[in-house]
């Protein structure tokens, strides 16, 4: 898509630190790092939210987020990944090409699980849970 900024890395159109790639995706790293390290994994074509993704692409991107976690960890001594999509403008997706964040996290790095994000959860109601699945 023309005006989309991670269309324009794909063609080669603006820069970026590339870190691996294949046919259908590629990462590279965020810009502005939540932590060092801060990846990005992306289809080449553009598409907006993870439910939009054909087969081969989507293939590619978890294929990819599989063998960067332990590559990443290794290079920056993380201890651990925040694997996370915002995946559509209501989860907070600013860029509506898809995208998977990495982020490298450290034993005692202070930020928590991304379920921090949403407070403290109460335990939810049985029934409402088993009326819950048959509905999905
Ligand atoms: P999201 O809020 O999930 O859509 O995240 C978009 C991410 O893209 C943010 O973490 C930005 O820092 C990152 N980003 C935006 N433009 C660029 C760029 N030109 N190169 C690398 N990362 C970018
Ligand atoms: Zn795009």
Known sequence: ????????????????????????AF?????????RGHMLVVPKEHVARLADLKETPRRS?????????????ES???????????????????????????VPRKKGDGYGPIHALFGTPKEADKKELGILAEQI
């Open 1 to 24: 898509m023309a005006d989309c900024v991670f269309c324009k890395i794909a063609a080669g159109d603006i820069p970026a630190a590339i870190i691996d790639e294949d046919d259908h």
């Open 27 to 35: 990462a590279f790293l965020d810009i502005r790092p939540l932590t």
């Open 61 to 73: 991107l978890w294929d990819l987020v599989h063998g960067l976690v332990p590559r990443i960890e």
């Open 76 to 102: 920056v001594s993380a201890d651990g990944m925040t694997v996370a999509v915002n995946d559509g403008s209501a989860a907070g997706q600013e860029v509506p090409h898809v995208h998977v964040h990495l």
